[in-house]
């Protein structure tokens, strides 16, 4: 797919990376782009692995197949990875970013020899933190934009406030808490891709 993006996630049912990848979707929807969200159903029980997509393109979108070379892959737990081949067909001039507390070069092991750029964040902690619940999509949604530079931050953030204020109209502390959820995942990754860019 010329002048667009793909993202395949990886994740367990009820992990919420299904509601990630359609979130993003509406979100890049409001800044004008054309766009997929779709997940891949196997069997949907609670903990068993799934997998999500996104098209982004400034382009009308022709392709209605599953992701098979994706630019990006985010891996929703880390469990995963020495069960499923995240990285297969990822492009190595694209990256992965992973939800664990460990560093890249621990985790690059596990990538069965993946030579592209590699994102860790600890999205648990974050969200243990700021949400008090381990709800690891909003700050892996944030991770996600950071990376793949699909839309700048600000309009990222100003579209996600208004998401969440539709979503959670009744649950306001819900809302403040995904905001410092999201807002801290993406300048934390922002920063490591911001060291990468100038090494």
């Known amino acids: 797919m010329k002048n667009g993006i793909e993202i395949r996630w990886h994740g367990r049912g009820g992990q919420g990376a ?3 990848a ?3 979707a509406d979100v890049a929807f409001k800044t004008g ?3 997929q ?6 069997p949907e029980r609670m903990g068993a692995p799934i997998t999500a997509y996104n098209r982004i393109s400034a382009d009308k979108i022709r392709v209605h197949s599953n992701i098979y070379h994706p630019d990006f892959v985010v891996v929703v737990d880390e469990t995963l990875l020495t069960s499923v081949d995240v990285t297969a067909g990822l492009k190595e001039t694209g990256a992965i970013i992973i939800n664990t507390p460990k560093s890249r070069e621990e985790i690059s092991g596990l990538l069965n020899g993946y030579k592209g750029r590699i994102y860790t964040i ?3 902690h974050i969200s ?4 008090g619940k381990n709800f690891p999509n909003s700050p892996m949604l944030a991770a996600a934009v950071a990376v793949s530079g699909i839309m700048p ?3 990222f953030i100003h579209e996600m406030k208004a998401s969440y204020e539709h979503k ?3 649950k306001p502390e819900v809302i403040e808490g995904n905001m410092r959820a999201l807002t801290r995942s993406y300048d934390v990754v922002a920063e490591a891709v911001s060291a990468d860019a100038a090494s």
């Open 33 to 35: 782009q054309n766009v």
């Open 22 to 24: 359609l979130l993003l």
């Open 153 to 155: 931050r600000d309009t």
């Open 168 to 170: 959670f109209a009744r």
């Open 18 to 20: 299904k509601t990630a």
């Open 128 to 131: 243990v933190e700021e949400l």
């Open 37 to 42: 969200g779709f997940p891949e159903y196997g």
């Open 122 to 124: 600890d999205a648990r």
